[in-house]
């Protein structure tokens, strides 16, 4: 009796497992939930919302709002960038920037928009459109011309 009631619950999990992906897929855009680090490689608009720590290489223009004034940023850009604006204490306007950005915090917004390769960890969710790939401990995907939507639940280490 035990052994049977573990197989119908093995069946009624993998049923689960396997609808969940069929219908995040029918919709289009892909939300994925899972814990790690995301890695992401492309060109087009990134828009990572949350809170944790980030770490970006881009070729375009970069907006950076601390919404709970405890980020720290770190700026490292090459020649022929232009020069850093901080509008105010907590936002950042790189327009044609080229270079490293790493930025650590509770509650931020960094909306890029150009070629990037980035790591995030911590929580939040990732708009993606363009063209690219990312990466999570859950697996791959693609970026797309519709949006990519990486959304990441509290608790977990992945933003």
């Not at 069946?11 to 396997?18: E, P, R």
């Not at 907006?63 to 907590?90: C, L, Q």
């Not at 939040?124 to 693609?142: A, E, H, I, N, Q």
């Amino acid at each position: 009796m035990v052994k049977r009631t573990l197989v119908v619950f093995a069946a009624l999990a993998l049923l689960i497992v396997g609808l969940v992906p069929a219908a995040s897929a029918a919709e289009g855009a892909a939300d994925i939930e899972g814990a790690g680090t995301l890695w992401a490689k492309g060109s087009g608009v990134a828009v990572i919302d949350g809170g944790g720590t980030v770490w970006m290489a881009i070729d375009g223009n970069v907006t950076i709002v601390d919404r709970a004034g405890d980020a720290r940023v770190w700026i490292t850009g090459r020649s022929g960038a232009e020069e850093e604006m901080k509008t105010d204490s907590s936002v950042y306007n790189l327009t044609g920037f080229y270079g490293r950005i790493h930025v650590k915090g509770s509650d931020f917004e960094i909306s890029a928009d150009g070629r990037m390769r980035f790591r995030a960890l911590g929580r939040g969710t990732v708009l993606l459109k363009g063209t690219g790939v990312y990466r999570t401990r859950s697996g791959f995907g693609r970026w797309t011309d519709t949006g990519t939507r990486l959304e990441i639940g509290a608790g977990t280490d992945a933003l």
